[in-house]
């Protein structure tokens, strides 16, 4: 479900500095902190449109993908990077009329944002229920004791006293400079899922996965380019599963891998047309990233090509089937499942590298001739 969230105003400030309030000893202490001091900021502010933590979660969480794909920002909340503040006030079902707003500072992280919105509407919702009235005021989240505290009583807008800077200038913009700049603007988030589901056919959980980092999102696109024969679900899928895997393992960065996306794709084609099997490529994969080396000749140093002969497959088949004639029996009797451990041991004796679809074909076909045989 989409729903708009108006922007009031965006504008920049100047990091002043940070405070930081400590007791000890029974004595109250406030350290000065001015490393950021002069860092530009830039503070977007939202209309009264979000109406539950649901909304508030789904809009910080697009607004920091966009600043993140503009490059504008790192997002990065645990550095510093990016902070929210939020403004919370409560009102009667039906009333239109929003009641009197507490702002809460410096929120480093989501989890810290929802769990403070949440204790506050609990707190101001408990206030209500009494006939109290909501003071205004500024308000810090305490984390490790999942609470709000009071920092300051909270001024009016007029207390800020806004007035025109005389040395700057209005900055008047035209309609031909707006038009330029909007066409030089690069393909958008909502662009991007819209674009991935129409022509890709990919799946929104796919999709969103994708566009969580902008490097992982232009890897994928440029494997695309590279690709001649691959379908875009099944290059997407060995990105979010095994190229994902090895960057967690690893902490990793697609930025930083030595495999080329011509070399990623190359890895996926050699699978599709069954060179190599699924289970041989993952392990060629991690030696791809781990070395930089082309898959091609990884395969063919280790001998690693899929077995696709009919006729040797059927003889590996064969030889495992006599030489555990208690788990033939065991199939023949009704147990199915030992097809499945009979496979395994096939694999095992093929070193991994029998084409899984032949084999088990074979398997099963062998398996029903000496069940009709015993018949």
């Not at 005389?166 to 899922?193: C, N, Y």
């Not at 499945?340 to 074979?362: C, D, H, S, T």
């Amino acid at each position: 479900m989409k729903k708009n969230i108006r922007v009031r105003r965006a504008h920049l400030e100047e990091d002043t500095g940070k405070l930081t309030h400590v007791e000890k000893d029974g004595k109250s202490y406030s350290l000065v902190d001015l490393n950021r001091a002069g860092v530009p900021l830039l503070e977007i502010v939202s209309e009264p449109d979000m109406h539950s933590v649901e909304d508030v979660r789904a809009y910080s969480r697009e607004l920091r993908l966009l600043l993140r794909w503009l490059e504008v920002s790192s997002g990065d909340m645990e550095k510093g990077s990016m902070r929210f503040e939020a403004n919370v006030s409560m009102r009667p079902s039906g009333s239109s009329e929003l009641g009197t707003r507490v702002e809460i500072k410096n929120l480093n992280s989501f989890k810290s944002m929802e769990q403070a919105i949440e204790y506050q509407l609990a707190a101001q919702r408990a206030i209500l229920e009494k006939g109290e009235k909501v003071r205004q005021e500024t308000l810090g989240w305490i984390e490790a004791e999942n609470r709000t505290v009071p920092q300051r009583s909270k001024e009016e807008a007029n207390d800020y006293r806004y007035f025109p800077e005389p040395d700057l200038p209005p900055l008047v913009i035209d309609k031909e400079w707006l038009e330029q700049i909007r066409a030089e603007m690069p393909e958008l988030i909502a662009q991007k899922r819209k674009r991935y589901r129409k022509e890709f056919g990919l799946n929104s959980e796919d999709i969103e996965r994708l566009l969580e980092e902008k490097e992982n999102a232009l890897f994928f696109e440029s494997c695309l380019e590279a690709a001649t024969r691959l379908e875009a679900n099944a290059v997407a899928n060995w990105i979010l599963t095994d190229l994902y895997a090895w960057l967690n393992a690893n902490s990793a960065s697609v930025s930083g891998i030595k495999t080329s996306p011509g070399e990623f794709t190359e890895l996926i084609q050699l699978v599709e047309d069954g060179t190599i099997n699924q289970n041989t490529g993952k392990e060629v994969l991690d030696e791809m990233l781990d070395t930089g080396r082309a898959p091609a000749g990884i395969i063919e140093e280790k001998g690693l090509k899929q077995i696709s002969d009919g006729g040797q497959i059927a003889e590996m088949v064969r030889n495992t089937l006599d030489r555990n004639p208690d788990e033939v029996s065991s199939f023949i009797k009704g147990k199915e499942t030992v097809a499945n451990w009979l496979f395994g041991q096939v694999m095992k004796a093929a070193e991994g590298k029998a084409n899984p679809r032949l084999l088990k074909e074979e398997l099963m076909k062998q398996l029903e001739k000496r069940r009709v045989n015993t018949a």
